[in-house]
């Protein structure tokens, strides 16, 4: 048998990282500041490369319009 489809993949998605919740709780306090992506590694303390990586995630799945 499949699994059931879960009623709530985008939260799913959301919080499997907490690099991402940062990402996120930064975005959505400072919106809508513009940042670059290596200045938001910066202000949220977080290594370069795991920043563009759950950017990237979160554009995937439609939380981000620009990367």
């Not at 998605?13 to 919740?21: D, I």
Request: aromatic share 6%.
């Amino acid at each position: 048998m499949s699994k059931p489809k879960s009623p709530y993949p985008i939260l799913e998605n959301l919080f499997n990282s907490k690099a991402r919740v940062r990402v996120l709780k930064f975005l959505f306090r400072s919106h809508p500041v513009n940042v670059g992506v290596k200045e938001l590694a910066k202000r949220i303390q977080e290594p370069l490369g795991l920043v563009k990586k759950e950017m990237k995630e979160l554009h995937k799945i439609g939380l981000v319009k620009k990367l």
